[in-house]
């Protein structure tokens, strides 16, 4: 799928949440964690609610009606849980990041009308799912009778272009520069692996396999 199919999808909320649901990132139905019984999804409020009815006794024989009304998210256990921006706008921000080489900060800023935190933390949540997919992918070099050799490289920055090269990487400041490299690592050879039109599909395929979905 191409970045412009996607963001066409983006621009309809129900064809978003098809799309989710077929990639398995977002439950199509949900058994109720209190009776087990199967519960309905409401689109307008993207939340499961059950509608069992039981009928009880009290001590004086008389029956009496008792609903579950139980209610969850459809994000509950979801790489989505817990996020303060719209599905749509989150999903834009995954393409625009799976496209988008760095610098992409500004753009992002002005194209989603998000601050600045909000593009690192995201950006984080991203690259920790190229990194699982990494580890996932990666495989011993060398082996019995091959020399392996290993060289260093210094990442850093001149200040105005002038003088001596700087030790700090020139990586964000958020987090440690280890983290950062690996970060960055993963996101580079996950770009690198699909290409343009398989790309997203990939990273929800991806994302279904880290936040398996109980229905």
Same mark, same amino acid.
């Given at each position: 799928?191409?970045?412009?199919?996607?963001?066409?999808?983006?621009?309809?909320?129900?064809?978003?949440?098809?799309?989710?649901? #077929?990639?398995?990132?977002?439950?199509?139905?949900?058994?109720?964690?209190?009776?087990? *019984?199967? &519960?309905? $999804?409401?689109?307008?409020?993207?939340?499961?609610?059950?509608?069992?009815?039981?009928?009880?006794?009290?001590?004086?024989?008389?029956? $009496?009606?008792?609903?579950?009304?139980?209610?969850?998210?459809?994000?509950?256990?979801?790489?989505?849980?817990?996020?303060?921006?719209?599905? !749509?706008?989150?999903?834009?921000?995954?393409?625009?990041? $799976?496209?988008?080489?760095?610098?992409?900060?500004?753009? $992002?800023?002005? #194209?989603?009308?998000?601050?600045?935190?909000?593009?690192?933390?995201?950006?984080?949540?991203?690259?920790?799912?190229?990194?699982?997919?990494?580890?996932?992918?990666?495989? &011993?070099?060398?082996?019995?009778?091959?020399?392996?050799?290993?060289? #260093?490289?210094?990442?850093?920055?001149?200040?105005? *272009?002038?003088?001596?090269? !700087?030790?700090?990487?020139?990586?964000?400041?958020?987090?440690?520069?280890?983290?950062?490299?690996?970060?960055?690592?993963?996101?580079?050879?996950?770009?690198?692996?699909? *290409?343009?039109?398989?790309?997203?599909?990939?990273?929800?395929?991806? &994302?279904? *396999?880290?936040?398996?979905?109980?229905?």
């Amino acid at each position: 799928m191409k970045l412009y199919q996607f963001l066409s999808i983006c621009d309809d909320r129900d064809k978003l949440i098809d799309y989710l649901i #077929e990639h398995r990132v977002l439950p199509s139905s949900v058994r109720c964690p209190r009776c087990d *019984n199967a &519960m309905d $999804l409401n689109r307008n409020s993207l939340f499961f609610r059950c509608y069992k009815v039981e009928y009880i006794r009290d001590c004086h024989k008389k029956k $009496l009606k008792k609903k579950c009304d139980k209610k969850l998210s459809i994000f509950h256990n979801t790489w989505f849980a817990e996020s303060r921006l719209d599905l !749509q706008t989150v999903c834009r921000f995954v393409a625009y990041f $799976l496209h988008i080489r760095p610098p992409r900060y500004t753009f $992002l800023e002005r #194209e989603l009308e998000i601050s600045d935190r909000t593009i690192v933390n995201w950006s984080g949540f991203c690259r920790e799912l190229c990194i699982q997919w990494m580890k996932s992918h990666s495989e &011993m070099i060398g082996g019995e009778g091959q020399i392996v050799e290993i060289d #260093e490289a210094k990442m850093g920055k001149r200040k105005y *272009n002038k003088g001596h090269m !700087q030790t700090r990487a020139n990586i964000s400041k958020d987090g440690t520069q280890k983290y950062h490299f690996v970060g960055y690592s993963a996101e580079f050879f996950f770009r690198r692996h699909y *290409n343009h039109c398989e790309i997203i599909d990939a990273f929800f395929n991806i &994302m279904a *396999n880290m936040y398996p979905i109980s229905e």
